[in-house]
């Protein structure tokens, strides 16, 4: 009675996580209001805005706030903040973003900030040898 009781709930969890994952999910407008209260947290002087600010803008791939990133990259005091920007530019991906993300590895002055932008230089080239070795594939099959 116990296995089938278990049996039938874990069915249930399963199927419900399922339909939960099936719904598409909807895209979020990014307004100028949005971008300018972003920009602003990135300028304030608290930390924990700051970074969250840097974190969001890197989620959302704001391309208008790699300048003010660069700045926090290559002057900001607190490595948890370089780290941060390092990590919005790694996201955000422009030439720009990743040379700079490249250049701190062997510039910056911590061993942790220089140790992450590898990382994250690190998994943008893997990305971007999966998206040629992607398109590779893509054109075989085309020539067949």
């Not at 971008?35 to 300028?43: D, E, F, P, R, T």
């Not at 910056?108 to 992607?134: H, I, M, P, Q, T």
Request: net charge neutral; proline share 2%.
């Amino acid at each position: 009675m116990k296995l089938t009781l278990t049996i039938f709930l874990l069915i249930i969890i399963a199927t419900t996580t399922t339909d939960i994952s099936a719904k598409p999910r909807v895209k979020a407008e990014i307004t100028d209001n949005t971008v300018a209260s972003l920009m602003k947290g990135l300028n304030s002087e608290n930390l924990g805005l700051k970074s969250s600010s840097a974190y969001m803008i890197g989620e959302l791939q704001l391309s208008s706030a790699v300048i003010p990133l660069l700045r926090i990259l290559h002057q900001d005091e607190n490595e948890e903040m370089r780290i941060a920007a390092a990590l919005a530019l790694y996201k955000i991906g422009s030439p720009i973003a990743i040379q700079a993300v490249k250049q701190s590895i062997r510039f910056d002055d911590s061993e942790r900030v220089s140790k992450l932008c590898a990382n994250f230089y690190s998994e943008y080239l893997k990305s971007k040898l999966f998206g040629e070795e992607l398109n590779m594939d893509v054109a075989k099959t085309a020539l067949k």
